[in-house]
């Protein structure tokens, strides 16, 4: 087990996770705004929980995203900080991967579709097929409505759903045949592993080449666009 420390701010729920000497600790909080203030003092912390420096880290592993802008810059500027400081690599993790962790139990092969709740009525969605040992992403993250979703469930449908779309968009969402995991979260301790799959194939990198995935170019709707969002609301609530 390598020292490794692993955060994700990337949704409304901020995780912390550490591992070291065969343990693992692990701090859940509010993330948001929140985490800009807490999310350090909640690192060091686990730090000294495991009285550990900074510097007996092998890497520093963070939520790459997508998703929240603020707190996807929030994750990212504390890794290079921390790794930049301590000397030690950054290693970026898929969010909407650590999603699919998150949900997995066992060891047997499974096909997993992430759907995150990205606001202004869209969802960050992506799919990942675990082959017993590992992730590896069959439809890389996109920007969706519930509705261009749909469409492609309709072509394809999927066998199993995580991530917090299930419940926002319960009633748009056709997935009732699958298996789902509404509560599923980028949650940190579901990061460990996949960050130390991810070190063992030498894709860590350099502190200050380490970057957010937005997906998203925008951080608010037009009038036009937050009405049209309504309208589909409520032509699907109205539906048969």
Not at 94 to 119: F, H, I, M, Y
């Amino acid at each position: 087990m390598l020292p490794l420390l692993a955060f994700d701010t990337s949704t409304d729920h901020m995780s912390v996770a550490l591992q070291a000497h065969g343990q693992v600790w692990v701090h859940e909080g509010a993330g948001g705004a929140q985490a800009s203030a807490t999310l350090i003092a909640s690192i060091l912390r686990l730090l000294a929980q495991a009285k550990l420096s900074l510097p007996d880290l092998t890497a520093i592993a963070f939520g790459r995203g997508p998703g929240a802008f603020t707190g996807l810059r929030t994750a990212c500027s504390v890794a290079q900080g921390l790794a930049f400081g301590a000397g030690v690599p950054v290693l970026p993790i898929d969010s909407l991967c650590s999603v699919a962790e998150d949900a997995r139990s066992g060891k047997q092969p499974q096909e997993t579709w992430v759907a995150v709740d990205a606001r202004m009525g869209e969802i960050y969605a992506a799919c990942y097929a675990f082959d017993g040992d590992e992730w590896r992403c069959l439809v890389p993250a996109a920007l969706l409505t519930p509705a261009s979703l749909n469409a492609r469930w309709r072509t394809a449908p999927p066998s199993a759903v995580a991530g917090s779309a299930l419940t926002v968009f319960a009633e748009q969402l056709d997935c009732a045949a699958a298996q789902r995991w509404p509560l599923a979260l980028p949650r940190a301790r579901a990061m460990l592993p996949l960050a130390q799959r991810l070190w063992h194939a030498g894709g860590s990198v350099d502190a200050a080449l380490a970057l957010p995935v937005y997906v998203r170019n925008k951080v608010a709707q037009t009038t036009l666009e937050r009405e049209q969002i309504r309208a589909e609301r409520d032509a699907s609530a109205l539906a048969p």
